[in-house]
């Protein structure tokens, strides 16, 4: 096992091919800024922000995967606004869970009756305290 995002497990074996690439990981600092009259402004460090990942999983029945079926239960997991560990490596990301913000669905690949046979979805990812 690669890693997971709550149930969704990335996975490479004889079967099944479920990975992800594209990972960003961005994290800020969140600043106030205060105006003095004729002077440049002050700043402040209010603390940091929330961290966001970004990464791309892509599906294909030559390796296993039901497209569509994948992509339907990160459409619920999104929904849900549940909040899940992601973890890779045996190691948790971040400092606690992590909740879907978007998603972005392609559909590359479509056979003769519909059926989406290869597709990828971009996962933002943002860090939930």
Do not use: C
């Not at 074996?13 to 800020?28: G, L, Q, W, Y």
């Amino acid at each position: 096992m690669i890693g997971a995002l709550g149930n969704v497990v990335f996975v490479v074996s004889a079967e099944t091919v479920r990975t992800f690439d594209k990972f960003e990981r961005s994290s800020e600092g969140r600043w106030a800024k205060h105006e003095i009259h004729l002077q440049k402004p002050k700043s402040e460090f209010l603390g940091p922000d929330l961290d966001v990942i970004t990464f791309e999983i892509r599906f294909d029945v030559a390796y296993g995967i039901n497209p569509r079926k994948e992509m339907d239960e990160l459409i619920a997991l999104a929904r849900s606004g549940e909040a899940v560990p992601l973890v890779i490596g045996g190691k948790g990301i971040g400092v606690n869970k992590w909740v879907i913000k978007s998603q972005v669905q392609k559909w590359t690949h479509i056979d003769n009756r519909g059926n989406v046979l290869i597709s990828s979805v971009e996962l933002t990812l943002e860090e939930y305290i």
